[in-house]
């Protein structure tokens, strides 16, 4: 009897451990011949372990790449949807691209993005290796020829994080577009502080979203935020060096762009040649609304504070009336250091002013703790607190 049920207890044990093995199966990608020595071409057993990841019916399911490995990967498109709720890429291994722009095979010639995941609900992008983008021999290339590290687009819960890397992209290194619930946390980018158009994560058509606690140092904006993204928070950010934290630029080329309920909060801003700005073009339409930015800490940062309705990034731009409408920003402890006299800038549109701006208890010095100063146009609101420097037009 007493052997009998210790048979039976042995079968009930082996039961639930091939229950969870099947629920929650990972796909290496040297399984499907990856080879790793930063060499040989992955690219190929990359694409077979997501297909099997992918079409795997368990509740969860993972692509996993191996630590003290290097793969080399040619541009790679992830699609779903997949069967699995859950799917997990375990990034520990190294990516690399290709260090020519000449040795890219990209499909009918389109080198736009290296890494793209699409239409994959439930995604989480993790590890602690580094996925290197090899950007330097691309900085010389047009930019609109040159590719985003990584993208993922069109889905819901979605994960970016748990320690990750990111170095030197030839373009962008993150863009998370149209997503609804993403969390990107605890990642770090870096480029060189000269290499062109490096943002750091870009956001556009994104919602119930957030970003916390990443280092990013590129040659451009460490985060930007583009159209149609509501309800974004950002937190505990280190950024620098860089064009600092951005909400733009909107209304290029005349377009309708929407941006509402923005919190940038408890970050630092280093050496940067922007802090917390918002940037539009001339001629543009729609709005930028109910933004706070609060308790962000500035060192040797060029331009603290900036709002910019006049934004153009080539030497001609032609002039016009109408303007993307900013209004509902709230600025609240501010402190800090700004390599420039002037620390703080409003520059609004004449024919659509900037309303309901606050700022709050501000404390910024320039080079040497002079006290800073402002220049302000076009723009209504209130000051209220400690403020330094004082800003006349907000009274």
Same mark, same amino acid.
């Given at each position: 009897?007493?052997? @009998?049920?210790?048979?039976?207890?042995?079968?009930?044990?082996?039961?639930?451990?091939?229950?969870?093995?099947?629920?929650? +199966? %990972?796909?290496? &990608?040297?399984?499907?011949?990856?080879?790793?020595?930063?060499?040989?071409?992955?690219?190929?057993?990359?694409? #077979?372990?997501?297909?099997?990841?992918?079409?795997? =019916?368990?509740?969860? @399911?993972?692509?996993?790449?191996?630590?003290? /490995?290097? !793969?080399?990967?040619?541009?790679?498109?992830?699609?779903?949807?997949?069967?699995? /709720?859950?799917?997990?890429?375990?990034?520990?291994?190294?990516?690399?691209?290709?260090?020519?722009?000449?040795?890219?095979?990209?499909?009918?010639?389109?080198?736009?993005?290296?890494?793209?995941?699409?239409?994959?609900?439930?995604?989480?992008?993790?590890?602690?290796?580094?996925?290197?983008?090899?950007? /330097?021999?691309?900085?010389?290339?047009?930019?609109? #020829?040159?590719?985003?590290?990584?993208?993922?687009?069109?889905?819901?819960? &979605?994960?970016?994080?748990?320690?990750?890397?990111?170095?030197?992209?030839?373009?962008?290194?993150?863009?998370?577009?149209?997503?609804?619930? !993403?969390?990107?946390?605890?990642?770090?980018?870096?480029?060189?502080?000269?290499?062109?158009?490096? =943002?750091?994560?870009?956001?556009?058509?994104?919602?119930?979203?957030?970003?916390?606690?990443?280092?990013?140092?590129?040659? =451009?904006?460490?985060?930007?935020?583009?159209?149609?993204?509501?309800?974004?928070?950002?937190?505990? %950010?280190?950024?620098?060096?860089?064009?600092?934290?951005?909400?733009?630029?909107?209304?290029?080329?005349?377009?309708?762009?929407?941006?509402?309920?923005?919190? %940038?909060?408890?970050?630092?801003?280093?050496?940067?040649?922007?802090?917390?700005?918002?940037?539009?073009?001339?001629?543009?339409?729609?709005?930028?609304?109910? !933004?706070?930015? #609060?308790?962000?800490?500035?060192?040797?940062?060029?331009? +603290?504070?900036?709002?910019?309705?006049?934004?153009?990034?080539?030497?001609?731009?032609?002039?016009?009336?109408?303007?993307?409408?900013?209004?509902?920003?709230?600025?609240?402890?501010?402190?800090?250091?700004?390599?420039?006299?002037?620390?703080?800038?409003?520059?609004?549109?004449?024919?659509?002013?900037?309303?309901?701006?606050?700022? #709050?208890?501000?404390?910024?010095?320039?080079?040497?703790?002079?006290?800073?100063?402002?220049?302000? @146009?076009?723009?209504?609101?209130?000051?209220?607190?400690?403020?330094?420097?004082?800003?006349?037009?907000?009274?």
């Amino acid at each position: 009897m007493e052997a @009998s049920f210790s048979l039976f207890f042995v079968f009930i044990i082996l039961s639930l451990l091939a229950v969870t093995k099947s629920d929650n +199966p %990972v796909f290496d &990608v040297l399984h499907y011949g990856a080879i790793g020595d930063g060499q040989i071409d992955d690219t190929n057993a990359f694409l #077979e372990a997501w297909k099997a990841t992918c079409a795997s =019916d368990s509740s969860s @399911s993972t692509v996993h790449v191996p630590s003290y /490995k290097t !793969f080399l990967i040619q541009p790679l498109i992830f699609n779903g949807p997949c069967n699995s /709720k859950s799917v997990i890429v375990q990034i520990d291994g190294n990516l690399v691209a290709p260090i020519e722009p000449s040795k890219w095979k990209c499909e009918y010639d389109n080198c736009h993005r290296w890494i793209y995941f699409h239409k994959v609900d439930g995604l989480k992008v993790r590890g602690r290796g580094t996925i290197d983008g090899h950007g /330097k021999n691309w900085w010389n290339i047009d930019g609109k #020829e040159r590719p985003t590290v990584l993208e993922i687009s069109n889905a819901n819960n &979605v994960f970016l994080g748990g320690g990750l890397n990111f170095k030197d992209g030839p373009r962008m290194h993150v863009v998370l577009n149209s997503l609804r619930s !993403f969390t990107v946390s605890n990642i770090k980018i870096n480029a060189p502080e000269k290499s062109p158009n490096t =943002d750091g994560i870009h956001v556009m058509g994104c919602t119930d979203s957030s970003i916390d606690h990443c280092q990013i140092g590129t040659g =451009d904006d460490c985060i930007s935020i583009g159209d149609g993204t509501s309800n974004l928070k950002v937190s505990n %950010v280190i950024c620098g060096p860089g064009h600092g934290i951005s909400i733009g630029s909107l209304g290029k080329d005349g377009a309708n762009d929407e941006v509402e309920y923005v919190t %940038v909060s408890d970050s630092v801003l280093i050496g940067a040649s922007n802090g917390v700005r918002i940037k539009t073009w001339q001629g543009g339409k729609g709005y930028a609304r109910n !933004f706070v930015f #609060e308790r962000i800490l500035f060192h040797e940062t060029s331009n +603290p504070i900036i709002i910019d309705q006049y934004y153009c990034d080539h030497e001609e731009c032609t002039t016009s009336e109408s303007a993307v409408q900013i209004s509902n920003v709230t600025y609240s402890k501010m402190l800090g250091t700004s390599r420039r006299k002037i620390a703080v800038t409003l520059k609004c549109s004449e024919s659509q002013p900037c309303k309901d701006i606050v700022i #709050e208890d501000m404390a910024i010095f320039s080079r040497g703790e002079n006290e800073a100063q402002y220049e302000c @146009s076009n723009v209504y609101g209130k000051a209220r607190g400690q403020i330094v420097p004082r800003i006349s037009c907000l009274n």
